[in-house]
Every structure is written in structure tokens, then in C-alpha cells.
């Protein structure tokens, strides 16, 4: 059957954020929608002759039916072989795996991460490169600018090909390949981390809780946690991705992982409690009875580090994104290696990798990797802290307590107002960034401003420069609060606002986060008027 040519017309708005195209579930089912985002990327992106490409997703309502849709136009562009995972299964630290060892020009994930799944839910489509990760922005603007003049659809008038087994199909001259979606992921973790001492601290009797949320996390967790490591069966819960994630949400803090939280705050509680997100790129950590905040759990990996088989001969760098707390580039000094700042996205972090300044990386939303792969990776994450509780026989609360003796403690927390109307939300930004010139120097709520623009970022790689991202207010002692707007949410806006405050007293450490934070609610208040703006009493979540 040859390629068939399909009429279209463009859609407004095929802009990807952050990380992807994120929609409504309904807006992807619309006629052609998504066909004309993949021809738009298929259309800027060179000549597929001979070339490799992955594609995969979270498993989530609509992944199967986009699949077979991006097969077809896979065949129609001319790529030699496209890598696709069984059941249409990917996580996306698996698909930057995959990429990488078989050399693939690029791949497609299907994932709205942490957003919650179903027919009312939301679905994401997102091109990484050939490094295995993120497309970087210039590719991202120019498939956005190519979605506004798309007119024709390349695809094939071919039967769906059969997922569920591994094998090799064929569509036209591209051979298809249903490939097991775990295999080159797990061997990248034996080759980091060292399962002799991981497997032992399951045999002492050490009890952790992996709650995969029914998401994409599950199959890969099990595998190597239960099957490889050990751990007893019953130690991954939730590990079945299901496609509306049987109505959790797959955003692991506190909030949304509640179910975790109760278990390790019960009495009886295990040793230490994980969470991973809808695409399994996100992790959050929990000791027994205490709660660890992803900033700090990305400067403990990197103070222990080279106590980890992979990172034995110590990091070259570390990268944050910046509103992510400085606790890292506390570590970072002691261990006299460069940390770089950058701004919210994975994509901003894999030049620094890819030019071999920088190891390990972090978010302060629950994201933590390294340059073992080009995303951020949930379960590796989690197999780092394994690690390190079974080389220092310390707790996890112990490990974070020793980083804030050492360091003191970056008090931190995120306070997000979802869904507000975009109006209003672009004019709360456009009044807190008319007012920046005039800020340091000056008051605010009792406090002094010494610090107050718009972070802006140049990769010192390639010179590209990102501007607006994010408006930071600095006070004299170091304390920071940070405006941005989201760029995955798919209703209204969401305005985030970043709280960071260092506490050098050990006897002020363990006051609750938010009242040590107030003064700083009271600033961002001052500044922004936030209750005004969006019309809320409270944020709708606090991390
Ligand atoms: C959010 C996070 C950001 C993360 C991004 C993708 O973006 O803040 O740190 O990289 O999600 O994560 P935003 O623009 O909504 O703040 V995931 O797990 O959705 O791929
Ligand atoms: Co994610």
C-alpha cells in the first residue's frame, strides 16, 4: 500500500511548553489534531532514510490509538526502523535509554507525566533528539511554527500493528520492532548502582513501599526491585499502569501520594517509601516519618555520590533549575566542582551534560538524574538512595539530617494556584515585572530587597538565550521568592510561586516549613497580590 496524502488544516495553538504538546484528552481526539503535530515535526526534522526512531508512552488513555497513528506516519516519512515498546510501553527515562543504545536519531513519548489520564484527563506527545533527550527549544519553536502552515498529512493506509507480543512487523519499506521496555533501561542500573549491597539490605529485613500510582513506573520497578533486588513481592504497589491510573493523580508529593504518606507515618511504618509519576521520570522519597524535600534529596545524592559504583571517580558538575534551592550548590562548594543554574525543563540541562560539565541534575519537582541518560529518571533515583542507605547504614532521615548539619537547611516550599484564568495570571506577571527596577534598595513587608529581575539564561554551550523565565526576588539574608507560570498545566494558568530560606540554627530546623516561610508568604503577598489576582484564599497545593 503506498503513502497516502491526507487534505488538512492547522490547528491554533500546537505549541509544546515545557516538556510537550499537553492537551486535553479531547482535544488530541479531535480530527487529525495529532496527526498534524507529528507531521509538523516530521516536516522540520532532516530526512528519515536509514534512520532510527523510538517511540513509547505512559500507558495512558489515547497511547495505544496515537501509536498506531504515529507508525503510519513514521512509514510515510521513510524511517528504516522505528523501536516501539510492548503494549505500547515506555517510561521516559526508558525511551532516552533506548535511544542512546541503539542509536536512534530520536524518539517520541507519549506522556502527560504527571497530569492525570483518562477519557477527561489530559495526553502529551514529546520529540526527544538523538542525545536522548529534550528537544531543545529552537526544534521546539520551529515545529510550533511549521503546526500554523501544515496542509498535508503523509501517512499509510495500513492495518494497526499487533503490540502486545514482542516481534517484527513491517509498514512499507520500515521495519517495526515491538521491543521489552525494560531491557536496556535495567542495564544501564546494573552498570551504576551496586545491587550486591542493595540485595543484602533486602535480606537484613530493610522494608521499603514503591508506590508506582498505576502508572508506567510499575513494570520497571518490579522488575528490578522484586525480580533482580529481592525485595518481597508487595513491595511495588500500584504496579499495573492503567489508563486513567485508576483516578490517582501521578504527581508523587506528599499531597497526591497520600496513601504513602499515611503508611510511613503509621506506626509500624517501613524504612523508607517512594513514589513515582505518570511517565516514571519524577520520584519522590520519604523516610519514616519524615518527608524529604527534592532539593535536598538531590544534594544528598550528590554530597554521597562517589560512595556509588557509577559515580565513584566523583561528578565533574551539578545543574539545577532555578528555582530549585540552593542546597546543591552548598554541596557543590565543598566538593569544590561548578553548579550551573538553569531554567524549569529537562532540555536546559543536556548540553552541560553532553559536553561533560555536568553529572548529576535536579528540580525541585520531585526530578533527579544524571548523565547516565538525558531525562530525569524516577527509579534511578530511588536505586541511588538504596544505595547509599546500604553502604552508610544510615536512614534516610539520617542522610538528611547529616546535609543539614553540615550545610544548614534550605527551608523550602512551592505553593501552586491552579487553574486561574490565563488574563489574569499573565497581568499578575506583567505587574510584578513593571515593578522590578524599582525593588532593590527597598522594603517589603518589613524585609530588605537587594535582589529583584527576570532569570534569564544563557547555554553556555550554544549561546541560545532563554529570557523570562521566572521573576526572582533576593532579600539580604538569601532568601528568595520566585513568580513563574506553568508551562504543563492544560486549564487556565498556574502560577507558581518558589519559597526558599536558608536556616543555619539547628535548633530552628525542624520548626514547620510553612510558619518558618511565612514571612516570605507575607513578601510575595506584598509584591503580587495574590489572593486579589487569582480570587484564592490558599494555594491549591503546598509541596
Ligand atoms: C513542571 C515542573 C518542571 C518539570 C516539568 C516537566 O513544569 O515544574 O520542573 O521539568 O513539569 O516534568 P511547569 O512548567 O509546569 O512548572 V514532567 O515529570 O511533566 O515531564
Ligand atoms: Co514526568
Redesign the pocket.
Known sequence: MPVIVLPTTPYEGQRP???GLRKKVTVFEQRLYLENFVQALFDVLPDAKGLTLVVGGDGRYHNRVAIQVILRMAAAKGYARVLVGQGGILS?PAVSAVVRRHAASGGIVL?????PGGPDGDFGIKYNVANGGPAPEKVTQAVYARSREVREIHTCDSEDVPLDALGTHRIESTELVVIDPVLDYANIMRGLFDFDAIRKLFQSGFRLRFDAMNAVGGPYAKALLEDELGAPVGTVVNATPLEDFGGLHPDPNPVNAEDLIGHMFAEGAPDMGAAS???A??NMVVGRSFVVSPSDSLAVLAAHAAKVPGYSRGLAGVAR?MPTSTAVDRVAKTLKIPCFETP???KFFGNLMDSGQVTLCG???Y?TGSNHVRE?DGLWAVLFWLNLVAVTGQSVESLVRGLWREHGRCVYSRHDYEAIPTERADQLMADLRAALPGLPGTQVAGQSVVLADDFAYTDPVDGSVSQQQGVRIGLADGSRVVF?L????TEGA?L?IYLERHEADPARQDLPVQQSLKPLVDLAEALAHVHQATGMEQPTVMT
Open positions: 511548553g515545557t516538556s521516559t506522556s502527560a507525566s504527571h497530569n509519576d505518570g511517565d521520570d519524577r533549575s524549569t525543563g529537562w528540580e525541585e519537582s526530578g530525569k513563574r506553568s508551562g504543563t498545566g498556574t507558581r
